[in-house]
């Protein structure tokens, strides 16, 4: 995400979804007391989501303070001291939860990214997001992912063509769909396979990249081999971040991994407020 687009993060339907027709518990707090916060990662990670956590804030009132202690993409560990707010008690309570539930999804992203990231570092291989981003929350993690250290594979079904096994089907064969492909967009396309048998056939098709899906390290040795760097190449299915390495090694440009935005743990982070006096 860029730095434009992080100007404009959309916050508002978050708010909503916690606010509603108001914060009748905040309500109990003098309009004009003000107060102080701070925010303690209580877990090693890696910050991201400063943007959402600031714009929170910055919507429910303008005048509350942020000095973040931590940068953007900084590896930090547990008890440390990332940020001091200051301003309305009020805003600081409403905003509060969604301003934690953004930051520690996207710097628990962010934290999982960075450790695929390390995992290959080294080679010539990058690693992927996917598709299976949490709803409401897509650009958010392809932005974490970047932030961690890892890649974005298409942001939608928008911007690039992954032709799949039911597309396959629809189309009568690999060749046939990466056909129907070209003729009907100019953005890259890819076709996954799950055999040699349809890596051999997607080859001769030409595609701009060939998906391994769950091939055998054999077999993904073998397919690198035949390959012999024409198409570009990524590997998918069963890998972690105990095999990823020597399936990097095998020559794969790219290894596109779904656990980066789905199976992550929220970052264990706590907000401490107190009043000014």
Known sequence: MTEEQLKMVEIKPFLEEDIGSGDITAAIIPESMAAE??????????????????????????????????????????????????????????????????????????TVARQYADAVSGTDCKVLDTRKTIPGLRNAQKYAVVCGGCYNHRIGLYDGVLIKENHIIAAGSIANAIRAARELTSVPVEVEVESMKEFLEAIAAKPDRIMLDNFSFEDMVAAVKLNAGAIELEA??????????????????????????????????????????
């Open 37 to 110: 916060a701070e925010v303690v990662t209580r877990e090693d990670m890696v910050l991201c989501g400063q943007a959402w956590f600031d714009a929170v804030f910055k919507s429910l009132d303008a005048s509350i303070n942020i000095e973040w202690l931590a940068a953007e993409g900084e590896s930090v560990v547990k008890n440390t001291l990332l940020c001091k707010l200051s301003g309305s008690a009020r805003g600081l309570l409403t905003g509060e939860r969604t301003a934690l539930n953004l930051l520690q999804t996207l710097s628990a992203t962010a």
């Open 236 to 277: 998918s299915g069963n890998i972690d971040l105990d095999n990823i390495r020597v399936i990097a090694e095998t020559g794969v440009g790219y290894i596109s991994i779904g656990a980066l935005t789905k199976h992550i743990r929220a970052v264990d982070l706590s907000m401490r407020i107190k009043l000014v006096h």
